[in-house]
């Protein structure tokens, strides 16, 4: 009977990469002292110190994402329900007190006042700057009214919203014939597209 011998006996094996000794049977090192291990956790520490608060102004807060997303979703949400209902919808919003109301054609005035009177406002750090239509100059106004069509377009308009705590603008994008707005993190206006 013969014995097969496969590898040097003499040599140990390659470490297991899944679970890495400190030391090997032999005296090799593998692995990290603790000195090294806490000098890389300290730079790391220093690091994040120093750039968490740079991104956590950069993130908008749970209130001010909350206002945004209603905003966007109710915008999202209109241009289906019109189509879907075969009613027109009317989104309304007051620049004055950053508030804002849904109406279809078939509410009459009372209904149309609880409406408002029920508005959903933004979060304080949020003011409704100004709101464009386009090819409409329109004047400057407390309350602006969107439509939203059965047929399944909408008007075209651009909402300015201004952060009161910092100086990055907000632009939200209304297109006629797209399930989505847009929401541009700048300013901009009709005005530079002419």
Request: aromatic share 10%; net charge negative.
């Amino acid at each position: 009977m013969q014995i097969l011998k496969v590898g040097n006996l003499n040599k140990p094996n390659p470490p297991n990469l899944g679970m890495l000794p400190i030391f090997h049977m032999d005296g090799t090192r593998y692995g990290f002292t603790l000195f090294e291990l806490i000098v890389v956790l300290a730079i790391l520490g220093s690091v994040l110190f120093m750039t968490i608060p740079r991104f956590s102004a950069m993130l908008p807060s749970r209130e001010k994402a909350a206002s945004l997303n209603l905003l966007f979703h109710t915008i999202s949400q209109l241009k289906t329900i019109a189509v879907n209902d075969k009613n027109n919808y009317t989104m309304h919003i007051d620049t004055a007190d950053s508030s804002m109301w849904v109406t279809h054609q078939q509410m009459n005035q009372e209904e149309i006042d609880k409406a408002k009177e029920n508005s959903i406002k933004l979060d304080d750090s949020l003011h409704i700057d100004r709101v464009e239509f386009f090819g409409i100059t329109t004047p400057v106004e407390d309350e602006y009214r969107f439509n939203f069509s059965h047929d399944g377009y909408c008007d075209m308009a651009l909402i300015h919203i201004t952060r009161r705590d910092s100086a990055n603008d907000i632009t939200i994008l209304i297109e006629p014939f797209l399930p989505y707005p847009e929401i541009r993190k700048s300013s901009f206006s009709f005005d530079l597209c002419n």
